[in-house]
Structure formats: structure tokens, C-alpha cells
Nanobody
């Protein structure tokens, strides 16, 4: 089985920064893409940032403030969040798309989430 575990969430004041980390474990063959989603209360889960094949993509609301990075050798992905706003408050989920060691198919994998709260 493949498991994704997030860390780094917490409470921060507006304008502050947080760094999120996600580490994958299990019999992983490869991840084609890794990224971060978030879900605020009463809202749909949305893609925040994703990295694949050396390219990155961000939702417009975080562009210029958040930076995604990846360590393929460690099967890890990170999200540096700067200039945080109250509207960034959400549960942040690690995401990966790839293949388990013993499967011929690619699948989506999700972490359980970490809470980020931006409040004064």
C-alpha cells in the first residue's frame, strides 16, 4: 500500500508563513505528479499547486505567494506558503498520482490532511 502523510500545518497570523511537507511510504514504483489540494468549510476541494515533469501549476489565488517543490528520490513534496491570508484557511491535502510497485495501473493517492488556520 501507498500512504501519504502531511505535516507542518498550524495557526499563523495574516502575513505569516508556513511550510507543509508530505512524505510517501510504501512500495512505490513512481509518481507522475505530486501536489496539494485544500478544502475550506462549505467549499469544494480545490487544487492549490501541482508539480509534474519539472513543471508547476498554481491556482490563481496563491500564485506569487506559494511555492511547490518536490524531491523525487524521497517521494516527497513541499509547499512553502508566504503572505498568508485568512481565506487560505483550510485543510490541506497531499496528492500523488502514480503507480504502486505491484500494480500495472496508475492511481490517485491522498493524505489525510493537515489544518492550516490563518487568523489574528
Amino acid at each position: 500500500q501507498v500512504q501519504l502523510v502531511e505535516s507542518g500545518g498550524g495557526l499563523v497570523q495574516p502575513g505569516g508563513s508556513l511550510s507543509l511537507s508530505c512524505a510517501a511510504s510504501g512500495n512505490i514504483f513512481s509518481f507522475n505528479a505530486m501536489g496539494w489540494y485544500r478544502q475550506a468549510p462549505g467549499k469544494q476541494r480545490e487544487l492549490v499547486a501541482i508539480i509534474s515533469s519539472g513543471t508547476t501549476n498554481y491556482v490563481d489565488s496563491v500564485r506569487g505567494r506559494f511555492t511547490i517543490s518536490r524531491d523525487s528520490a524521497k517521494n516527497a513534496v513541499y509547499l512553502q506558503m508566504n503572505s498568508l491570508k485568512p481565506e487560505d484557511t483550510a485543510i490541506y491535502y497531499c496528492y500523488a498520482h502514480g503507480r504502486w510497485r505491484y500494480s500495472a495501473n496508475t492511481e490517485d493517492y491522498w493524505g489525510r490532511g493537515t489544518q492550516v488556520t490563518v487568523s489574528s
